[in-house]
């Protein structure tokens, strides 16, 4: 028996995800007083998840699996379950993840929980605490399947290293053909994305154009940040529609989200609340989203903005 945990990566490098979801399952793995079973499709080295707390790394190298599939991925991570004897298996709430959840689900008839922010209050019954409503409330949920599966929600446990002598093995799934093929990729290759930034710099409406991004890039570029917009701007054609963050667009849960020229529509708030610090620079000073941030700025951006890049440049050389 052990916690299998299933460890996303990309271009065969793990994901920052992947090395938080061992490091949760490896809490709970101590408390039901058992081991930590990772599984890796064309992924990195053992080693890696072996300092987050991972005993055994099962390693898939498939062909059919090497872009993501989730009726493949489900089966892969199934059969390891089923192999491992997994009472609990992990996943995180990446897009593909999320994807894939309900399928591995109904392949275990396990119970399944996502947005889970803490590990079970309780394993006697098993209690496990998520978010609910868009991020609004939390809920405290029992899973009475003999097998459970988790959603880490992204940023919801931190990484903690528990270094363990990580024992890989080779693992050879039966991967059956799909009804469905993925034909190709598309992603931005020049800067840090949406899903895997710890900082986020958006603007919406209130920059006037396309025009006037310069200083939002700029900003983006000193803090190592990804860049996003408000649904009304990539509606416009201002900003592509992958940098859309929202209800409607892309879920953000960065360490740091900066809000300017954004008034906080609710389908907005309800996409990024799971940021931990939420900053607004806005000129109307009743815009809603001065009642969801952590910080706020009343001011024109255009004065504000250009300012605080200058003052960022210098804590930054200064720190260097």
């Not at 994901?15 to 039901?32: N, P, Q, R």
């Not at 200083?215 to 416009?236: N, R, Y």
Request: aromatic share 6%; glycine share 8%.
């Amino acid at each position: 028996m052990s916690v299998l945990v299933y460890t996303e990566s990309e271009n065969g490098s793990f994901k920052k995800t992947a090395f938080e979801v061992v490091s949760y399952a490896k809490a709970i793995a101590d408390t039901l007083d058992t081991s930590v079973t990772a599984i890796s499709i064309n992924g990195g080295e053992a080693s890696e998840l072996g300092v987050y707390g991972a005993d055994k790394v099962l390693e898939v190298s498939n062909d059919m699996l090497t872009k993501f599939n989730a009726e493949g991925y489900a089966d892969a991570i199934s059969q390891a379950a089923a192999q491992e004897e997994a009472t609990v298996v992990v996943l995180s709430q990446t897009a593909n993840a999320k994807f894939m959840a309900p399928l591995v689900a109904v392949n275990l008839e396990a119970g399944y929980v996502s947005n889970v922010v803490a590990v079970p209050q309780s394993t006697t019954p098993f209690k496990i605490k998520h978010s609910v409503f868009t991020n609004k409330a939390f809920s405290l949920t029992e899973i009475n399947t003999n097998t459970k599966i988790i959603g880490l929600g992204k940023n919801a446990y931190g990484l903690h290293e528990n270094s363990a002598a990580a024992v890989a093995e080779a693992f050879s799934p039966t991967i059956k053909e799909t009804q469905t093929t993925v034909v190709s990729v598309d992603k931005a290759t020049d800067k840090v994305t949406i899903a895997d930034a710890e900082v986020v710099v958006s603007a919406g409406r209130g920059l006037k154009g396309p025009e006037n991004w310069g200083m939002i890039e700029e900003m983006a570029a000193i803090l190592g940040a990804a860049t996003a917009c408000s649904k009304p701007v990539s509606d416009m054609g201002w900003r592509s529609h992958g940098e859309h963050v929202g209800q409607t667009g892309k879920p953000v849960a960065a360490s740091l989200y900066i809000a300017i020229g954004i008034s906080g529509a609710i389908q907005h708030l309800a996409g990024i609340n799971s940021s931990k610090i939420k900053v607004v620079i806005n000129s109307d000073p009743e815009a809603p989203f001065f009642k969801a941030a952590d910080y706020g700025i009343v001011g024109d951006a255009f004065e504000i903005v250009p300012q605080l890049n200058e003052k960022l440049k210098a804590f930054k050389a200064q720190n260097a």
